[in-house]
C-alpha cells in the first residue's frame, strides 16, 4: 500500500504552539509521514533559535531572511548579521527568506521593502542559496524584481493565491509555487482552480503553521500534521494519482532545497 512521505517546506516551528513541545509536535508530524521541516525565520533576532532548531533536529532545516511585515524593525545592523551567518555556512541552512514583498499592510514603506529585498537576493546569488519568498498584492513587482536579478538557485513564491497568468510568470523565471491550507476552502475557488491546472513539476507542499489554518481548523494553531489534510484535498482537484502527486512534489522540495533523499524525525 502506497504511504506517502511529506516535506513541510514553510512552518514557522520557532513560534508558539511549538515552542517547549518540539519533540512531541515533530513526534507527531512524523506519525502522518512528514519526514523534513524548513522553518523560515522572519527577523534577525530569531535567526540563533531557528539556527539551533536544526541542529537539535534531524528532520529541521532552517532558513534565514527577513519579513516584509516587520519592515520597521529591520536595519543595517540586521542586514549586516543575515550577511555573516550566510557567510558561515551553516550546515543545515538550505534557504534565505522568508523575504518578500507586501502591499497589503498600513504604511507598506515600498521603497524599503524593495531596497531590502535586493540585499537579501544579493546574498541569495553570492551564496547559492534559493529563496523563500513572500507576496501579496505585489505578484508583478515581485516577478519584475526577480527578472532583474535572475537568481541562479531561484525559489518559491509561498502561499500562493494569485491568479494562473500570475503563477505562470513565477513559473516561467524557474521559481516553485507554494500550496497551503488556502486550498482547504471551497471558496477559495480561484486560488483552487489555479492549483489544479498548474504543472506538477512547479508544485511544494507547505502550512505555514500556526497561520494559514485549514477549513475546520478556523481558530486553531496550524500544525505540521495537517500537511496531508492539504495534500488530500489538491489531489481532489488533480487528475494524477495521489501517488505520482506525492512522489513529484516530494521531489520537487528535495531538488530545490538539496535536502538529502530521506530524513527522518
Keep these: 500500500m502506497f504511504t506517502p512521505a511529506f516535506i513541510d517546506t514553510h512552518c514557522h516551528f520557532d513560534f508558539p504552539p511549538f515552542c517547549g513541545d518540539e519533540p512531541a509536535c515533530l513526534g507527531r508530524a512524523a506519525d ?14 530569531r535567526f540563533a533559535s531557528v539556527l539551533a532548531l536544526a541542529e537539535r533536529y534531524p528532520a529541521v532545516y532552517a532558513a534565514l531572511g527577513m519579513h516584509p511585515l516587520a519592515i520597521r524593525k529591520h536595519d543595517e545592523a540586521a542586514l549586516a548579521r543575515l550577511a555573516e551567518l550566510v557567510r558561515q555556512s551553516p550546515s543545515k541552512l538550505v534557504a534565505l527568506g522568508e523575504m518578500g514583498l507586501d502591499n497589503y499592510m498600513d504604511e507598506p514603506l515600498m521603497t524599503r521593502q524593495t531596497a531590502l529585498l535586493a540585499d537579501q537576493f544579493y546574498l541569495a546569488k553570492k551564496y547559492d542559496l ?46 516553485y509555487i507554494g500550496v497551503g491550507g488556502t486550498i482547504t476552502y471551497p471558496r477559495a ?23 494559514m489554518p485549514l477549513a475546520g481548523f478556523q481558530g486553531q494553531p496550524n500544525r505540521p500534521e495537517r500537511l496531508p489534510d492539504t495534500f488530500q484535498v489538491l489531489c481532489s482537484l488533480r487528475e494524477e494519482p495521489p501517488q505520482l502527486i506525492a512522489e513529484s512534489i516530494y521531489r520537487n522540495s528535495q531538488t530545490l532545497f538539496a535536502l538529502p533523499p530521506s530524513n527522518s524525525v
Design 189 to 211: 475557488s480561484k486560488t483552487r482552480q489555479v492549483m489544479a491546472r498548474l504543472p506538477l513539476a512547479s508544485l511544494l507542499l507547505e502550512t505555514d503553521a500556526p497561520d
Design 32 to 45: 502522518v509521514g512528514v519526514q523534513a521541516i524548513i522553518v523560515p525565520a522572519v527577523t534577525a533576532e
Design 130 to 175: 534559493p529563496v523563500i519568498l513572500h507576496s501579496r498584492r505585489t505578484h508583478d513587482q515581485l516577478a519584475a524584481m526577480l527578472r532583474r536579478h535572475n537568481l541562479p538557485r531561484t525559489g518559491v513564491v509561498h502561499g500562493f493565491a494569485g491568479s494562473y497568468q500570475q503563477a505562470e510568470a513565477f513559473i516561467k523565471l524557474g521559481y
